[in-house]
């Protein structure tokens, strides 16, 4: 199985406590991987045969390939 199929994500923390959390693919989506980073925390993940999604809880910079995205809300 080659799992580096898949397209690259960016993830920087722009406040403590952001959860990055990896999905499965298949009939029954499960959580497979969960990561918290604090402010200024930098994280490269990949899609692969076994992630499909991946959420992202909190305030955070997304870039990907095809442009970028900011999560969270102003408070």
């Known amino acids: ?8 994500v960016v993830i920087k923390a722009l406040e403590d406590g952001v959860s990055i959390m990896g999905l499965t693919r298949g009939r029954d989506t499960k959580f497979h991987h969960t990561e918290k980073l604090d402010k200024g925390d930098v994280y490269i ?5 076994i992630t499909s999604a991946i959420k992202i ?6 870039l990907t390939g095809i442009g970028g995205v900011e999560s969270g809300e102003d408070k």
């Open 1 to 8: 199985m080659n799992e580096n199929t898949g397209d690259y």
């Open 57 to 62: 809880h909190g305030k955070a910079q997304i």
């Open 45 to 49: 993940a990949q899609f692969t045969e």
